[in-house]
């Protein structure tokens, strides 16, 4: 069973930086897309960015020019590197993969970040 695990979230100053990381482990064949999603509370979740297998990164516009995606397919890991946090980016922060369905079908459990003011 494919399990995204991610870990790097935690408090930070508004204007600092973190990295959350997410290994996916499992019984791995292929994985094509890899994502982050957030959902802050009172709120849905929601798109933060993704990535292809073959490094074509797509943004929300929330948090582009600040939150840089990346992975490393030979790892099964995916990066999202948060430089210029701002309090509105709290949030829980859920990995997701797709593993060849063409929708983002297999989700991690959660990091938090928070960012105070």
């Known amino acids: 069973q494919v399990q995204p695990v991610e870990s790097g979230g935690g408090l930070v100053q508004a204007g600092g930086s973190l990295r959350l990381s997410c290994a996916i482990s499992?019984?791995?064949?292929?994985?094509?897309?890899m994502a982050w999603y957030r959902q802050a509370p009172g709120k849905q979740r929601e798109f933060v960015a993704d990535?292809?297998?073959?490094?074509?990164?797509a943004y929300a516009d929330s948090v582009k020019g600040r939150f840089t995606i990346s992975r490393d397919n030979a790892q099964n890991t995916v990066y999202l590197q948060m430089n210029s946090l701002k309090p509105e980016d709290t949030a829980v922060y859920y990995c997701?993969?797709?593993?060849?369905?063409?929708?983002?079908?297999?989700w991690g459990q959660g990091t938090q970040v928070t960012v105070s003011s």
């Open positions: 997701a993969v797709d593993v060849g369905k063409g929708t983002y079908d297999h």
């Open positions: 499992g019984t791995i064949f292929r994985i094509n897309g």
């Open positions: 990535i292809t297998r073959g490094g074509f990164a």
